[in-house]
């Protein structure tokens, strides 16, 4: 259980276009889910929290005209990356954390595959 | 604020030693305390988690952790490295309750295993 899946697993596209990624949790249902942005060799950098129904919260420093959210169901949340650029190149990482309460009360959360982002 | 230093960002180990991967942690409320291992082009995955129950963590593929709030520590160990323990770690650090608390996480500690 408790399985979460990134779409694409990797993508390359031009400077200046958008490209979409998807996060859904196939097993539970996430009230919360997370993006994070993880440079090479780097830990993760936590981009934005997401809740189901609600506009997403950005960390201090993350563009929100930049990096949009959505979390339009219980099971999936998308990051687009608006007007891509190559600094922009990099792992992009969702996570999820169940609605059930038991696993509420440990704030564990449950890490997609990620997304390789190349931008040319 | 809530942090996790880990110290070490490179650490190698021969086949069948023990491995010690040393994580601090700061926090003004009882922590929530994770070691997730990543390998290559890869998401993170669980190990293992300390939530204020047994100081003693056992997670999975043999590694445990202890909790010692005196030395605001949660070093993460495993008896005999395998070849296939190597990978990047990381410690994370989160407030304990709530519904939307964040993770902070350490910047990693890259395993390698010589045979």
């Known amino acids: 259980g408790a399985v979460v899946s990134q779409h694409p697993s990797w993508v390359i596209c031009k400077s200046g276009t958008s490209v979409k990624i998807e996060c859904r949790s196939l097993?539970?249902?996430?009230?919360?889910m997370f993006w994070y942005r993880q440079f090479p060799k780097q830990s993760l950098m936590l981009m934005a929290t997401?809740?189901?129904?609600?506009?997403?919260?950005?960390e201090q420093g993350v563009e929100k005209d930049k990096f949009l959210i959505n979390h339009a169901s219980l099971t999936l949340s998308t990051l687009t990356v608006t007007s891509a650029h190559p600094e922009d190149s990099s792992f992009y990482i969702c996570?999820?954390?169940?609605?059930?309460?038991?696993?509420?009360?440990?704030?564990?959360?449950?890490f997609g595959p990620g997304t390789r982002l190349t931008v040319l | 604020a809530q942090s996790v230093t880990q110290l070490g960002s490179h650490v190698s180990v021969s086949e069948g030693a023990l491995v010690l991967l040393r994580c601090n942690y700061s926090?003004?409320?009882?922590?929530?305390l994770f070691w997730y291992v990543q390998y290559p082009n890869q998401g993170l995955q669980l190990l293992l988690k300390y939530t204020s129950a047994a100081t003693l963590v056992k997670g999975i593929n043999g590694f445990e952790a202890e909790f010692k709030k005196s030395e605001t520590s949660f070093h993460l160990t495993k008896p005999s490295a395998h070849m296939s323990d190597a990978a990047e770690y990381f410690c994370?650090?989160?407030?304990?309750?709530?519904?939307?608390?964040?993770?902070?996480f350490g910047t990693g500690t890259l395993l390698a295993v010589q045979p």
């Open positions: 994370a650090v989160s407030k304990s309750g709530g519904a939307t608390n964040k993770l902070i």
């Open positions: 996570s999820a954390k169940s609605s059930a309460s038991g696993r509420s009360s440990y704030n564990e959360q449950f």
């Open positions: 997401s809740n189901e129904g609600s506009k997403a919260t950005y």
């Open positions: 926090s003004s409320v009882p922590p929530y």
């Open positions: 097993d539970f249902q996430a009230t919360t």
